[in-house]
C-alpha cells in the first residue's frame, strides 16, 4: 500500500518519469510565456502543495496507529482486487511518464 501510495505522490508533485510531469512543464511554460508576474505568484503554491503531499505520506506511512499486523507480524492492507487496481493505476502513469507521446498526438 505505501509503495503504491508514494508513487502516486511522486505523480502528484511532477516527479520526472510521470504523467504529471509533463503537466506541470507545459503548464509552467505556458505561464512564462504569458506573464512573468503570474508565474512569481504561482511558484510559491507549488511548493507548498509538495511540501504538503510529502507531509500526507509520512505521517500516513509511518504512522504505527493507522495499520496493525496480523498474527505474524504483516501487515495486509490490499486485497486482490484492490491491489490489480492500483497497480494497473501505477503502471499507467508511468507508462503515460515515459512515453507522453502515447497522449500528445
Request: no cysteine.
Amino acid at each position: 500500500m505505501n509503495t503504491f501510495l508514494f508513487i502516486f505522490i511522486l505523480g502528484n508533485i511532477g516527479f520526472p518519469f510521470t504523467a504529471n510531469f509533463i503537466a506541470e512543464i507545459f503548464t509552467i511554460l505556458s505561464i512564462a510565456e504569458f506573464n512573468y508576474k503570474i508565474l512569481i505568484r504561482v511558484s510559491p503554491r507549488l511548493f507548498v502543495s509538495i511540501a504538503y503531499s510529502m507531509w500526507m505520506y509520512t505521517s500516513r506511512a509511518f504512522n504505527s496507529n493507522l495499520q496493525k499486523p496480523d498474527t505474524n507480524g504483516i501487515v495486509i492492507d490490499l486485497n486482490r482486487n484492490e491491489f490489480r487496481i492500483r497497480l494497473s493505476l501505477t503502471l499507467t502513469r508511468l507508462v503515460f511518464g515515459l512515453k507522453p507521446n502515447i497522449i500528445l498526438n
